[in-house]
Structures are given as structure tokens and as C-alpha cells.
């Protein structure tokens, strides 16, 4: 069962779980309380600021940038920007963070942390991602197949561009052989 985010990076779905056969949503009596608490909960997410950049700039809308990530549990979540998100990994990998995974207290533990003036050292990568863009969020209430922001794996990625390439002619005269016309 393969691991899709949907909209931010962070938070994991099963994709089965989530979607149908079809790649359409499925509704959220199908889903787990789990997968449903947090999906129901992405469309607010949107609209909210990182929080590190809130931290910092306030009510600077200019100054702020939009969550590209999203941790914690619903409702007590942690947004951050591509920058900010280097911090909160140094946090929760290096700096103690990890005592409160899966709990709600992560969210002001956090925001604790970084409001003290803690962020993560200048040779800190923090771990790599494939980008993916909020903006393309679909509102799980209004299921839409054509959205394609699922995060494939990377084996599938390859999957679907590795179309064979068909020559028509060599197909011509495999039809030919197999299905003789009524001409002969
Ligand atoms: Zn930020």
C-alpha cells in the first residue's frame, strides 16, 4: 500500500484508503477516524500562514510564506514554509522535538521553541523532498480525478511516462499475419 501526501508535504495518506479504483476520493465514512480527521482538516490548513513566519512577521502578510508542510495531529498542527521546515526538523530530530510525536503538545512546543530564538544551525540540510504545490489542493468534499498533486513514488513517476512506442506499420503487419482480411 503505497504512501501519497496530498497538498503539503508531512502528512501521510494510504493511498488506497483515501482514493477508490478510479482515483476518485472516497467518502469519509470509508475512511479511517485517522485519515478522515486530517483530510477534512486541509481545506482550513490553506489559508493559513507558516507558523514560524507568524512567529516572526505577525500580521505582515507580505512578509509571510505559505506552508509547503504540515505536522502534527489535526487540529494541533505545525505549517511551515520551505525554510522554517528545516527548522522544525532540527527540532524534532536534534533538539527534543520527538518526545511529543503523534501528541497535541507538539504544535506549542514548537512554537515555544522557535518564539525562544532557537532554529537550526547554518549547517543543517534538514531531509530532502519532492516539492509539491499547495495551491492545488482539491477540496476533499468535491472529489476532482483530473487533480494530479497525489505525490507518486518515484517508481511510479517512471511508470507512467514509460509509454512503449508503438511504430504503426510493425503493428499493421502483425494484424495482418493474425487476422487475414476477408480478401484472401
Ligand atoms: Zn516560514
Known amino acids: 500500500m503505497s504512501k501519497v501526501s496530498i497538498g503539503f508535504r508531512g502528512w501521510r495518506f494510504d493511498e488506497d484508503e483515501v482514493f477508490d479504483e478510479d482515483g476518485d476520493y472516497r467518502s469519509f465514512e470509508e ?3 485517522d485519515a478522515s480527521a486530517r483530510l477534512r482538516r ?10 514560524a513566519c507568524y512567529l516572526v512577521h505577525g500580521e505582515d502578510y507580505e512578509a509571510r510564506n505559505t506552508p509547503a508542510a504540515v505536522y502534527g495531529e489535526p487540529r494541533a498542527e505545525v505549517l511551515l514554509c520551505d525554510a522554517h521546515e528545516v527548522d522544525f526538523y532540527y527540532w524534532f530530530l536534534e533538539d527534543g522535538g520527538e518526545q511529543y510525536r503523534g501528541t497535541e503538545e507538539l504544535q506549542e512546543a514548537f512554537r515555544e521553541w522557535f518564539a525562544d530564538g532557537e532554529r537550526a544551525p547554518e549547517w543543517y540540510d534538514g531531509p530532502e523532498h519532492v516539492a509539491t504545490d499547495p495551491a ?3 477540496d476533499p468534499d468535491v472529489p476532482d480525478p ?17 509509454r512503449p512506442e508503438i511504430d504503426a506499420d510493425d503493428l499493421d503487419v502483425e494484424l495482418d499475419a493474425e487476422y487475414p482480411t476477408a480478401d484472401e
Not at 486541509?42 to 507558523?51: F, G, K, N, Q
Not at 483530473?146 to 514509460?162: S, W
Open 31 to 33: 475512511m479511517g477516524d
Open 136 to 138: 492545488e489542493t482539491p
Open 42 to 51: 486541509l481545506p482550513t490548513l490553506m489559508d493559513r500562514p507558516c507558523d
Open 146 to 162: 483530473e487533480i494530479q498533486n497525489v505525490e507518486l513514488p518515484e517508481d511510479e513517476q517512471a511508470g507512467i511516462d514509460l
